[in-house]
């Protein structure tokens, strides 16, 4: 499902793709065996190019592969996915343009309510684990008299910036579940700010069969040094979600500004959820049951279903605003993009800390025209 990206006063300027990055993208496509398939794990400090390298190399695998599988563990800044998720996504088009993001349906995706791993770093490596286990099984090492017809995907393994203290165990974690048949460090000129030298993850570096990439980060400074790109990654964010939210409309309609938006979600009737089909589960917090109510009002939460758990893990189908509750009716107002046939499915909402964009709060005559005045406690 592709989708609407809201514009931006200053487009991202044009991508450069070094040579270097051209080669090591080629020997990860084309210097591998077709089966199995290569995983190319892409690791390296904030902002140093990881997506933009990781778009190129699904282009170049799309060359050889008819389609590739994208693990995306960056809660932050997803390739796929609004910010909060951790999903398996498999890519079977050419991305023409590597600066624009595009917003597709997981095979696979669970709901991780924030934007950094720090909050629940176990349940952020419980779920990478688990989706690594779903591409093993459904997309990894076919036998051909047992599974006729099926095609083993070369999987893309992107990670957050965050290299340093927990998270550089997390990303080590990482590193020795998956076993990547590729590593592809980014490095910059600020050696601090990069990872350690050679296979960091191993306890000896001998017995393993891994390729290890290393290259430099794309943008360089006058002295022809590689640099971080800074980015303001609350506004990243915030696009990203109201790119998922405006999916709530035809692509054809007429919304170009953030206003737009902002006026067409306010006008937009919900769907009415009894509150009887639905568990409530906060992800990082006790909300005694007399607050639940309160706490879910003008919020966003992941739209789960319990029933297709894994290890308990409930799969989430997408995200949804509470835009009303009526207790006395005893319903809940939601809006999402989420097809009719698959929100009948939902029975749970996750809440975490994925919080409304300001902006789409700013409706003219309406401060918050999400938040109902009806709300009463449970009983």
Excluded at 17 to 44: H, K, M, R, V
Aim: proline share 8%.
């Amino acid at each position: 499902m592709a989708a609407y990206m809201p514009q931006t006063e200053n487009p991202s300027p044009a991508i450069y793709i070094p040579q270097e990055w051209s080669d090591a993208a080629d020997s990860i496509a084309y210097d591998s065996n077709t089966s199995p398939p290569p995983i190319a794990f892409i690791c390296g400090a904030k902002n140093c190019g990881k997506t933009t390298f990781s778009r190129h190399l699904v282009n170049v695998l799309l060359q050889r592969y008819k389609k590739v599988a994208y693990l995306d563990t960056d809660v932050g800044q997803p390739e796929f996915t609004a910010p909060g998720f951790l999903s398996l996504t498999v890519v079977d088009t050419l991305t023409p343009d590597l600066t624009i993001p595009c917003l597709k349906t997981p095979k696979r995706c669970y709901f991780f309510g924030d934007v950094s791993s720090k909050r629940d770093p176990t349940a952020y490596l419980k779920y990478i684990t688990t989706l690594y286990d779903y591409y093993r099984k459904e997309y990894y090492m076919f036998n051909e008299s047992e599974s006729p017809g099926r095609t083993e995907l070369p999987l893309i393994v992107n990670t957050p910036g965050w290299v340093k203290g927990i998270g550089y165990d997390i990303l080590v974690d990482m590193l020795k579940y998956i076993t990547p048949t590729h590593v592809v460090k980014i490095n910059i000129s600020f050696e601090k700010k990069n990872l350690p030298a050679g296979a960091f993850w191993l306890d000896n570096f001998e017995g393993v069969d891994v390729n290890l990439v290393e290259i430099s980060s794309a943008r360089q400074d006058s002295f022809n040094r590689s640099v971080l790109v800074q980015k303001d990654a609350r506004l990243l964010r915030d696009l990203r979600t109201m790119a998922y939210f405006r999916q709530c409309f035809p692509s054809d309609l007429n919304i170009t500004i953030i206003k737009e938006l902002a006026q067409a979600l306010a006008a937009h009737p919900p769907y009415q959820v009894p509150i009887s089909s639905i568990k409530i589960r906060h992800l990082y917090c006790q909300v005694p049951s007399s607050e639940i109510f309160y706490s879910l009002n003008a919020t966003i939460v992941g739209l789960a279903i319990s029933s297709d758990a894994s290890e308990n893990l409930p799969h989430c189908v997408g995200l949804g605003i509470v835009r009303g509750i009526d207790t006395l009716k005893g319903l809940l107002y939601v809006i999402t993009p989420v097809p009719p046939g698959i929100l009948e499915k939902v029975d749970l909402f996750l809440q975490g800390f994925i919080q409304i964009p300001t902006c789409l709060l700013q409706v003219q005559g309406c401060m918050s025209p999400y938040m109902s005045a009806n709300v009463l406690p449970t009983s």
